[in-house]
């Protein structure tokens, strides 16, 4: 998450994401629901954490054009002793060379709380949890008021700067979600971010909402929270977006920067964003190793196209994402 009118530079246009595992304890609950379940390499080793420790220190070394360095799990608190190793050395390393912020994304209240006088002592540029319906398919609800209690404990401990909370959203839990986001208002949630959930077709992830499905779900959503204190962001990928937004500037812009953003006119608080697909904005270090780019990531066990982990790797990465920018920008 990035909140709204962020004061990071605008020669930061790298999302980067490293994987610390995968390892959750809903794995057996969310099964074919989770994204991650449904990408994760078949018949691959686990890279070992030093491993994963080393290719962190390349991303903080060869950071400046990074703007965010998420780390997800698939649950980040299973492996709680690399997480911290990760976030010593974000704080460790010199603030220009490292990236603009450093965040995780977790559904495990215990670990917020176990942790939350160390993140204290070396505080996250954002938490993102997950909170989501019971027909979402996705762990428990009642896992929900414990994990937000957690992160904004931790919010108000200084152990994070901001507390983000995604929900999916599906054909039939609109009115689950706009329950959640009542729930969140005034509650100290930076963010509340929606995304359709996604389904393997024909070997791809693809967004089980059609463009019609999403503008009634956008309509719905701005009928309840338009103008009010809660920051909304519906997290699409670039097609879905064209399909909801007849607005040229919007792409013209989006193609030279890490995401594509449209804020719903009359709603200020409502922002529409994707990901820029295109080389040198993004890219993923799964727990296998592969490093994988944004649509490569769609695709249900795909090999990274930016190739595999190796010392070196990723400061060669950075510096192709660097020749990638200094060309002319892309096309939208």
């Not at 706009?178 to 005034?186: C, D, Y």
């Amino acid at each position: 998450m990035e909140p709204r009118n962020s004061p990071l530079g605008d020669h930061r246009q790298v999302l980067a994401n490293i994987e610390l595992n995968n390892s959750c304890a809903n794995t057996s609950v969310c099964g074919p629901t989770c994204y991650l379940n449904v990408v994760s390499p078949v018949g691959k080793r686990p890279l070992r954490p030093e491993q994963v420790l080393a290719a962190a220190r390349e991303v903080l070394r060869h950071g400046e054009f990074v703007r965010h360095l998420v780390l997800p799990g698939k649950e980040v608190f299973e492996s709680s002793a690399l997480l911290l190793d990760v976030i010593e050395e974000f704080h460790a390393a010199p603030v220009q060379s490292r990236p603009g912020g450093l965040s995780i994304i977790t559904a495990s209240p215990y670990g917020l709380k176990r942790y939350a006088h160390r993140l204290a002592d070396m505080p996250l540029s954002a938490v993102n949890i997950s909170m989501d319906t019971m027909d979402s398919g996705l762990r428990s609800p009642r896992n929900n008021m414990p994990l937000l209690d957690a992160a904004l404990r931790l919010k108000e401990l200084g152990g994070t700067e901001v507390v983000g909370v995604n929900s999916v959203l599906t054909d039939r839990n609109l009115e689950g979600v706009i329950q959640i986001g009542k729930t969140l208002q005034g509650t100290g949630v930076d963010q509340l971010t929606f995304g359709p959930l996604l389904r393997p077709i024909n070997g791809r992830m693809e967004p089980i909402l059609s463009v019609l499905q999403l503008r009634e779900s956008i309509d719905r959503v701005s009928q309840e929270f338009a103008g009010t204190n809660l920051e909304i962001v519906f997290d699409l990928d670039l097609p879905l977006l064209r399909g909801l937004v007849d607005a040229p500037e919007v792409f013209a812009a989006g193609a030279s920067r890490w995401r594509y953003e449209y804020e719903l006119p009359g709603a200020p608080n409502i922002l529409l964003e994707a990901g820029n697909p295109a080389p040198g904005f993004f890219y993923r270090q799964d727990w296998a190793g592969q490093l994988v780019s944004k649509e490569d990531y769609r695709w249900v066990s795909r090999p990274g196209s930016y190739g595999h982990y190796a010392p070196g790797r990723i400061a060669q990465l950075m510096e192709q994402f660097r020749e990638l920018r200094a060309e002319p920008a892309l096309a939208a």
